[in-house]
Each structure stands twice: as C-alpha cells, then as structure tokens.
C-alpha cells in the first residue's frame, strides 16, 4: 500500500503566504525607497530608513515617518534613493508636512506620518519609479481573520553598511516580513487595547 503525503492546512496557508508575499515585493518594491541624511557638519551621507510613493489625486507624494522628515529641522539634509544608477534626490522644494508632536515630543505621536509632495524636477530625478494610486490600496474591508500582512522596507539593522564611503557608492538590502494574526486578549489588555498580534 502506497503512503499518501497529505498537506495539512496550515501548510497549505503558509504556502500560500510565501507566494502572496513574494508577489507583493515584486509588485511593490519599485514604490519603496530607501532615505538617506547628511549635513555640513556631518558630510558622510547615511541610511536612515524607507519611504513609500504614492500619487494623490494626480499628485506626486513621498509618505514616510514623521521623525525621518524631523530631521530637516534638525541641520540635515534628507535625500530619497532614486532607481537604478540614479544619484539620491535631495528633498527641497514642493510641500512637506507631518503629524503634531504632543507636548513638542514625537515620542508621543502614535500616528507619526509625514508627506512630501514632490516637485516634477525631484520626480523625474528618481528615475524609474512606481507611484501607487488608489487602484493599487486596499480598502480595508475584507474580514481580518481572512487576511495576510507584510511589512516591507529598508531596515536599518540591514543597511549599516549600506553607503561605501571609500568606493562612494551605495547599496541597500529591502527586507520584508510576512504574517497572518492571532488574537492575544491578556496582552490586549495590558496594552489597555483591543488589539491583534502579527504572527508568521
């Protein structure tokens, strides 16, 4: 008597989780970019995490964290990585903007977004990119229980070395992590949230 393989469900799940994801980095990769900063005091350009594009009503816009564009009040200068062999663009121009600081702490800022919309100039600068439009979001109304999550971007842990400062070259590492979500109430509760944990 032949012995049958039988796939049990939850590696068919995470088959399926495996192509899921490396169909979003494929359809995706090209609207994250890595960012960079450096200053007068501090000319060595470095990595400082990612950003996604995306169009907005026919509008250009870079979305990133809050406390990266913090930076630009800082003594910085922030630069977007373009594609290909393009050197980073530089953020200047156009119209930035970011979440309010409660207390002037960003610590305290649980939404931390900010935006730029980019001058046409900056556009063209990047090479050739993806900006994502509505058609391309998701409109947050299949049930959670159904659903698969990745986080996709250039980590800082993974970028240390990302820019070569003798070769003056940069290269960078684009990680991603996936997961479904499992319900964790004793947690929920400490946090003093309802809340879902990410498991992969």
Known sequence: ?????????EDRAKKLLRKRSAEAERDFRSAIRPMY???????RPEHIGSCILLKVDGQRVLSTAAHILDNLTEGWSLYVGG?????PVLIRGGVLGVTRKPGSNRHRDHFDCGFWRMPDQAVGELGVVDFLDASRLSDNRPDFDR????AMGYRLAANKKAVDHRAKTIGNCLSSYSGSV???????KKLGYRARSICS
């Open 1 to 9: 008597m032949r012995a049958e393989l039988v796939e049990s469900w």
């Open 37 to 43: 900063r450096n200053s007068d005091a501090k000319p």
């Open 83 to 87: 594609a290909g062999s393009t050197r």
């Open 147 to 150: 659903r698969y999550y990745m």
């Open 182 to 188: 499992v319900e964790i109430p004793k947690l929920a």
